[in-house]
């Protein structure tokens, strides 16, 4: 049976994987090696310079092309260092269509380093796909999607943007950190790029900061190997190896971040000084039905403001917490809290991230796999 075959639990586990050739090992050794000794000039095993490629990153690529349902996978240094190389793609004069409540990092990688260059950023909201037209000309050559958006947990209709996108041929990427391939698949949904910060749950441990990318098609894959190799941001053979043993439990983490982050979701908008919260699996939720549609479950990201909530109520809340640790990043097993405001979205103008929601009242949770009684207490000392 080819690991094309196999459904998705099973190919975190053996999704483009086999044992290694020298000695059988069933994880695949850490290649911490620079070079390969050559029998001839070129004679070599695959392998030149690692760089270039290096067998252990090889099988965390294989793996990541596997579950997320495409057929080229690359690894980066960073999720960020990802998301250059999708830009690197563009020439002066494009013009990007981005969601505007993303993830802080992209905002500045965009906004303060790509814009230097002479690519134009236009950030909208795309919960409503048919406003996205409006931006599109004949310089546009990306739409990048976060779904489901940091922190807001709006929801972006992937396939409807898709459609847009073929239509004008201009390329769509999607940052499916939040989502996993466990509970959205975009390549399936029209998307061309699939990016991840495998920082968060791929990895799942909170130990490692790398970042993917997965295509279907062999020539935008080989223009981003080209980009990978010559501007050098590769993941190590360390990291490679921790991303790929977090794979190999992504489903069952994955299936009790959900449950967590519904049960967590449900008490806190049943207590009484709690204002909103935002989690895409309340039926109230603005594109629930599209999240229904094309996400298996709504994961363990939460985002909440107390009534009459204020800069320093926040502050308390997120202090007093004692087992979700006051932490930036998400995803790993371990339950975190963060202030969006001064933390994660610190490098967005106050203005830019207020007009998306992201105001000082604004906590963010990212559920962990630690009992859910216990997570609940912990809430309750907090709050009050
Ligand atoms: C963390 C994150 C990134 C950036 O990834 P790094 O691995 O920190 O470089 C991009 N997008 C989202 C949604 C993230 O959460």
Redo the contacts with the bound molecule.
Sequence with gaps: MGSKDLKFNSKTIHGGQKPDKAYGAVMPPIYQTSTYAQSTPGGHKGFEYSRSANPTRTALENSLASIEYGQFGLAFA??????DAVIKLLNPGDEVISTND??G??YRLFSQIFEKYGITFHFIGMQDPNKIEAYINDKTKLIWV?TPT?PMMNIIDIKAVSQLAKKHAILLAV?N??ATPYLQRPLDLGADIV?H????YLGGHSDV???GLVVKEEALAQKLYFIQNASGAVCGPMDSFLVLRGIKTLHVRMQRHCENGEAIANYLANHPKIEKVYWPGFEDHPNHDIAKEQMNGFGGMISFITKGGSYKDAIKIVEKLQLFTLAE???GVESLAGHPASM?HASIPKEEREKSGVIDALIRLSVGIEDKDDLIADLEQAIG
């Design positions: 960073s999720g960020l260092a990802a998301m993303l993830y990092g992209s976060e940091n940052d950190t939040f990016m910060s495998a920082t968060k900061v790398v970042g990043s998400l995803g994660t």
